[in-house]
């Protein structure tokens, strides 16, 4: 893997885990104006908003780097549409960057030939 591609898997990874609290956030937001006085939801829509725009363009890029297939391309950007997504997307980009260090280093001491 490539520095670009690996750049931009960590990228979409450090901005999953936020969307998804920023989004879950926004859920709570909404019953709380909706069920008191409390009206927090232009805030946190456009906090969101931004995190949201940031993800996709960041799953863009990764999906363009690392080459990814349709279908794990469409499921991290499913995930980003879940409340909870984000989390997973993030779980899941940090294992494949922890296998590409780990295939990277077994190349470099001449363990493999991958």
């Not at 670009?4 to 969307?19: C, F, G, Y």
Request: with cysteine.
């Amino acid at each position: 893997m490539d520095i670009k591609t690996a750049t931009a898997l960590r990228r979409l990874r450090l901005v999953s885990a936020p969307e998804a609290v920023s989004f879950l956030l926004l859920l709570v937001c909404s019953v709380l104006k909706r069920t008191t006085d409390f009206d927090a939801v232009p805030v946190m829509g456009s906090i969101h908003g931004v995190l949201f725009i940031l993800y996709v363009i960041f799953w863009a890029d990764a999906w363009n780097r690392a080459k990814w297939s349709v279908r794990t391309g469409l499921v991290y950007f499913v995930l980003s549409v879940l409340p909870t997504g984000g989390f997973f997307a993030e779980r899941r980009l940090r294992r494949e960057a922890e296998d590409a260090v780990i295939a990277a280093r077994a190349r470099k001491e001449g363990i493999v030939n991958a």
